[in-house]
C-alpha cells in the first residue's frame, strides 16, 4: 500500500483521483485546498488529514517523512498554472507524482522539471486517459499497420459549454489556464500527435476567450479542428435534445466513437503508473508546444 496526499482536493476532477487511490488499494493520507468543500473525501478517505493552508500541508508532508511514514505519491489536481511549482514542491519534498493535463503550460517548463527528476531521483507521470481508451488504442494499431505513407484528412469539433462563472475563474484566466486549446484541448492534441506523428504545421484561423480553431498538419494526418465553450456553436439538432454538449471526430468521413469508457480510466492510469507503465516528462512534449503556439496566435 502507498501513501498518496492530494493537492486541489476541492477541483472537479479530484473525485476521480480519490477513486482510482482507493480503486488501486492505497491509502490517501493528507490532501489541500485553499477551499473546504471536500465533503466528497467522506466517501473514500475520511481519515485523511486536510489543510486549507498550503504552508501547514508543507509542514505536514516534511513531518511524515521524518517520522519514518513519508508519501509516496502527491497527486495533482490544482489549477494549471500551479501544476509546475507544485510538481516541483512534490519532487523536492521526495514524492513521486501525478499530475492532472495539461502537465504544465509552457514546453520549457518541462525540461526544469525533468532537471528536477534527475536530481531528486523521482519521476513525475501525467494524467494522458485518452491514450488508455480501447477505441483510441484500436485506431493507433489500425494506423500503424496501414500505409506509411498516407495521410488521413480529420475533422476534430468539440463543444463544452460553459456558464458565465468559467470566465470568473481562473479557467477564463488566460495566463492561469493557457486559454481553450489548452484547457479543454490538450488531450485531443495529445492523442491525435501520438497516433499520426510529430507536427508539420501549426496554423490557428481564428480564436477568442471561447472559441479556437485551426488546422493542424502532422506526419500522417491534416487536421480542421474547432474547439469551443459556446454554447450557441452546438448544432441545432443537438440543443433541442437538451444536449450541452458537442463532439465529433471523423477521419476519412468515418466518426470515431470514444464518448463511452471514460469512467474507469484514471484508474486505469494510476495501474499503470503503479507498475512503472505510465506516460513521462516528454511524453507531453509536442502536446504542450502544440497548445502553447496556439496561445502564441491570439
Known sequence: MKNFALIGAAGYIAPRHMKAIKDTGNDLVAAFDPYDGVGIMDSHFPNADFFTEFERFDR????????????????????????????????????????????????WNLDAIAEIEQETGKRVYS?????????????????????????????????????????????????????????????FFDM??????????????????????????????????????????????????GKRTYRTLTIEGEEIEFSDGFTELHTKSYEEILKGNGFGVMENKTAIEIVSKIRGNR
Open 60 to 107: 505536514h508532508v516534511d513531518k511524515l517523512r521524518r517520522q519514518g511514514n513519508p508519501i509516496d505519491f502527491i497527486s495533482i489536481c490544482s489549477p494549471n498554472y500551479l501544476h509546475d511549482a507544485h510538481i516541483r514542491f512534490a519532487l523536492k519534498s521526495g514524492c513521486d507524482v501525478i499530475c492532472e493535463k495539461p502537465l504544465v503550460l509552457n514546453p
Open 192 to 241: 491525435l500527435s501520438w497516433i499520426f506523428g510529430e507536427v508539420q504545421e501549426n496554423l490557428v484561423t481564428s480564436i477568442n476567450s471561447e472559441t479556437a480553431k485551426g488546422n493542424l498538419k502532422l506526419k500522417q494526418a491534416n487536421v480542421n479542428w474547432s474547439l469551443s465553450i459556446d454554447y450557441n456553436e452546438i448544432p441545432e439538432q443537438v440543443r433541442l435534445q
Open 127 to 187: 494524467i494522458l486517459q485518452l491514450r488508455l481508451h480501447p477505441s483510441i488504442i484500436a485506431l493507433k494499431e489500425k494506423i500503424k499497420n496501414g500505409p506509411k505513407d498516407k495521410v488521413y484528412d480529420i475533422n476534430l469539433n468539440y463543444i463544452t459549454s460553459r456558464g458565465k462563472w468559467y470566465h470568473r475563474s481562473w479557467k477564463g484566466v488566460l495566463e492561469k489556464s493557457g486559454g481553450i486549446a489548452t484547457n479543454i484541448g490538450v488531450h
